[in-house]
């Protein structure tokens, strides 16, 4: 019986953590402007309103009351090959669009405030039926194959409201402290089970800007983990309880909708940014942005009603992510500013860990981007990025044995408005 539990909120639960279009299920695409440069720099640079995401001391630079609007299109192909012979289905095809919003008010000399609307981690992944390798256990008559088990479909999102408070302390140095609100919402389903839940709750951002001289910038930040309490419904099919040794007309009087709860905590994440005047014209830019995968652990789920103990206890295995950025920016005459730049990320799993609704890999990230003024105080920035991402080798059995390889790549196209006033 404890091992059917495991299998029942472990296929519920598997795509809450595994959930992405990023690394882990983050997402970066925030800022046209920054994804221009392969986030290089983001947390030095005062370029407009939406660096405030990255680090709120960016928001002491601003001196004009700005808004910044952004949209991005993601574009994924994404298909699943299996060691072996294979089911029909496969990923549906799907283009997700991102979009935030950033204010910034100067309330004196030295002050300004800012606030930003976005999703910070999010996405939504679709599945075929019959999809992943052929079963061959005693599922096989009710499951003929073992994808589904692991995932049919997830969709995860987290919108974040985020007030900040940027203070020029000195002629070099500013720094920045914010709050953000968040609410969680999660429809997460396989074969197995299905997910619905939801929650708010509240982080924290801080950080700096130090000019060392007039041609040397750097930025360091830190955003605090949000810890969720999610209250919601998980309806299972027999399928787990049939693979639990339950016959089969017990396992379809048991299935059916019953309450849970967990706590989950999103990742901590710190950035540092280096930006340098190369000339009047000129900037090299360099990032590095860490992320605390590893706080997803392990799910300790609560539940009363269903036919399996409580707590069940979800292992995940994850590792923290570290991404390092390069990039230049140009400017040449009337305001026109060039970007280009290029990111390197590790996975947060291994081919055992690897969730088919997430299967993220190490990954290189290429941007060009430019940036133009049709009048003083506006501001157009689009981007164009090609994510090349490792196949990803995924080795499960817990569900029926699914082994084979995720070959994934991305396109992302983005424009974003800038309007001073």
């Given amino acids: 019986m404890k091992k059917t539990g495991a299998l029942l909120i472990g296929s519920a ?16 695409e925030q800022s046209v402007s920054a994804q221009g440069t392969a986030f290089a720099g983001a947390a030095a640079l005062s370029e407009n309103a939406s660096n405030q995401w990255y680090n709120p001391a960016t928001l002491a630079g601003l001196k004009k009351t700005e808004i910044t609007v952004a949209v991005q299109q993601v574009i994924i192909d994404t298909s699943f090959k299996a060691d072996g012979n294979s089911g ?10 991102v979009g935030s919003a950033f204010l910034a008010v100067p309330l004196s000399d030295k002050m300004t405030f800012g606030l930003g609307i976005n999703a910070p981690f999010g996405s939504k992944i679709e599945y075929e039926d019959n999809w992943g390798s052929v079963a061959t256990d005693p599922l096989a008559p009710l499951s ?26 000195t002629d070099r140095l500013r720094l920045g402290v914010g709050v953000s609100y968040q609410r969680l919402e999660a429809d997460l389903e396989s074969s197995f089970t299905r997910l619905e839940g939801d929650d708010d709750a509240y982080g924290w951002n801080v950080g700096l800007v130090f000019d060392a001289d007039d041609n040397n910038h750097f930025g360091l930040a830190y955003r605090s983990s949000v810890e969720y309490d999610l209250d919601g419904d998980i309806t299972f ?20 909708k019953y309450s849970g709860s967990t706590s989950v905590d999103l990742p901590a994440s710190a950035q540092f ?14 990032g590095v942005e860490w992320m605390e995968w590893s706080s997803l652990d392990e799910l300790v789920v609560d ?44 996975s947060t799993q291994s081919s055992e860990h690897r969730s088919p609704a997430s299967p993220d890999s190490d990954k290189i990230g290429v941007s060009i981007g430019a940036g133009f003024n049709p009048t003083d105080n506006m501001t157009i920035d689009v981007v164009y990025s090609h994510i090349f991402i490792e196949d990803a080798e995924t080795n499960l059995a817990e569900r029926g044995l699914l082994e084979g390889d995720f070959e994934l790549d991305a396109d992302i196209i983005g424009a ?3 309007y001073r006033f």
């Fill in 88 to 97: 029909p289905g496969d990923f549906e095809d799907f283009s997700p669009v």
């Fill in 416 to 418: 974003q408005l800038s």
């Fill in 144 to 169: 003929p194959t073992t994808g589904d088990r692991y995932a049919t479909m997830s969709d995860l999102r987290a919108i974040n409201i985020n007030p900040a408070l940027g203070v020029q302390v």
């Fill in 237 to 256: 099919s027999p399928l787990p309880l049939v693979a639990g040794r339950q016959p089969l007309p017990v396992a379809t009087a048991l299935a059916g």
């Fill in 303 to 346: 539940h009363s009603g269903a036919p399996i103990p409580s707590p069940a206890v979800q292992e995940f295995g994850w590792g923290d992510t570290t991404r390092f950025s390069a990039g230049v920016r140009h400017v040449l005459d009337k305001g026109t500013v060039l970007r280009g730049g290029v990111y390197k990320e590790n």
């Fill in 273 to 286: 940014s280096y930006a340098g005047d190369l000339s009047e014209r000129t900037q090299i830019l360099f």
């Fill in 13 to 28: 639960f598997a795509a809450l953590s595994t959930q992405a279009i990023a690394t882990g299920f983050a997402v970066s």
